[in-house]
């Protein structure tokens, strides 16, 4: 650290030498599915952390020792708890002790598609009211390229303290797969860009302190590009595929046998799964995050952009597919009964959002047909102004459905009993690879 200016080589070693001796006050502001796995994987190495969770209902929650995050079991809450290690605030009162504060809030797209930056505005209000001196801030919600740079570092000089003089600030993306046996926030590795050298330095001995690999790189917007190349990767893929799937509809070819043969290669070349569409809370919006900056500097992202277009229509694509396998029992879309397995945006989660199950769902009913599901994980759903609650999957509801489609690959579903009874499957997740019947697929 370069000693031109003593007062700040004085601020910041002295939060070094905290953090290394693991004295220094952790905040976590927003303790969801990244920040509460974050706040106990601070306190369980030694840290005193305060977790910041506005909504009191899960503030409370959490101060009874109750994790509602399935990574984070609730016994080793309560004992963290219960220790004084974690501390549970609704108010952000506690920041002013802090010597660092990492922001895990959404950032939803609103429905113009642009981003929705106001919980980190909102949480970067909090701690200018009440930051002090020598603290590091980092802001780990996704989020688009400038951000940290543009309307955090304002934020938090509201505060009347400088970034990069009396305070740190850097950007480091969260790498949570919630359920992921192998990947936890310890061995994950993280990277981290600060706004200035001293805060890069400052924000890989915080996270060293934690997880056993961190990835430093030269600017907090080079950090915040990283996360969304990671997503923008993902979505781009999956579109190519889910192309793939309707060039080998058109070709009379099997996609899966194709991406499955193309997978041997044993280089460069990663299997990406074709599906009735994407769902869940990162690949459908982290893209149009990237997207929507770029456009705003007058660059067309249009292969990102083609790629979101790709996926979205997936879900219109295997309504047709749906209506022409009807169409071969003389049957039209208009009061046939579908029975639809799975909800959830990917296998074995309960989690719906914007899954593309629900858009196909919606249209199937538009079109007059008759729609039930079963999803083990997913009790209710409304979508379009309809509600379902889950049925069992009882062999009449398999009888009696003029097709079952298969939205979402879910273990432990009895899958032959299904193809045995059913009068149409409408396979879009391969989960019937290797059984035979009456089955189309995507
Ligand atoms: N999907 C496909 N085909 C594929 C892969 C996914 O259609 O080959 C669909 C899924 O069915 C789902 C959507 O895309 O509807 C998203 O699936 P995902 O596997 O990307 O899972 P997510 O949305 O939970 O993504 C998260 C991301 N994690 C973080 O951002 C920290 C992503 O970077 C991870 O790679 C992913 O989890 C993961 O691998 O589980």
């Known amino acids: ?48 952390v305060t977790g910041i969770e506005v909504h009191a209902k899960r503030a409370a929650a959490l101060r009874k020792g109750r994790s509602y995050i399935e990574d984070v079991p609730s016994k080793e809450l309560a004992a963290l708890v219960r220790s004084g290690a974690l501390t549970i605030d609704d108010t952000g009162a506690g920041i002013a002790k802090l010597d660092a504060v990492l922001i895990c809030v959404q950032t939803p797209l609103r429905k113009t598609k642009e981003p929705d930056i106001s919980n980190i505005v909102s949480a970067c209000g909090t701690v200018a009211k009440r930051l002090k001196r020598g603290t590091l801030i980092v802001l780990e919600s996704t989020t688009y390229p400038g951000t940290t740079q543009e309307a955090v570092l304002p934020e938090l000089e509201k505060s009347g303290l400088k970034a990069g003089k009396d305070f740190w600030l850097a950007f480091s993306p969260e790498r949570v797969d919630p359920g992921n046996e192998k990947w936890h926030i310890e061995n994950t590795p993280k990277v981290v860009g600060g706004i200035d050298d001293r805060s890069t330095g400052l924000a890989v001995d915080l996270y060293s302190s934690v997880i056993s690999k961190v990835v430093p790189v030269s600017s907090a917007t080079a950090a915040e590009l990283v996360k969304l190349l990671e997503n923008t990767f993902r979505s781009v893929n999956i579109a190519l595929v889910n192309e793939l799937a309707q060039i080998c509809d058109r070709l009379g070819l099997s996609v899966w046998e194709v991406v499955a043969a193309a997978a041997t290669k044993p280089f460069g070349f990663m299997p990406f799964w074709p599906g009735p569409g994407i769902g869940g809370h990162c690949i459908p919006k982290d893209p149009q995050l990237l997207a929507w900056k770029m456009k705003s500097l007058n660059f067309e992202p249009r292969f990102i952009e083609l790629a979101s277009t790709v996926n979205g229509q997936m879900p219109r694509y295997a309504v047709r597919r749906v209506a022409r396998l009807l169409n071969e029992d003389a049957k039209s879309v208009k009061r046939a009964n579908i029975l639809v397995l799975g909800v959830a945006y990917k296998p074995g989660v309960g989690d719906f959002r914007d899954s593309p199950s629900l858009d196909i769902m919606h249209l199937l009913a538009e079109d007059g047909a008759k729609i039930s599901y079963h999803d083990p994980f ?54 019937l690879a290797g059984l035979k019947g009456r089955i189309e697929r995507l």
């Open 1 to 48: 650290m370069d000693k031109s200016r003593p007062i700040l080589y004085t601020l910041a070693v002295s939060l070094d030498k905290k953090i290394k001796e693991k004295t220094a006050r952790v905040g976590v502001i927003g303790l969801g599915y990244v920040g509460l796995p974050l706040a106990v994987a601070f306190a369980r190495r030694g840290f005193k």
């Open 378 to 431: 997913v009790p209710r759903v409304s979508v379009g102004g309809r509600s379902w609650s889950s049925r069992r999957l009882t062999d009449a509801a398999v009888r009696e459905a003029d097709c079952v489609l298969i939205l979402t690959a879910h273990p432990g579903l009895d899958y032959p009993r299904v193809v045995r009874l059913a009068r149409r499957v409408f396979d879009a997740r391969n989960a």
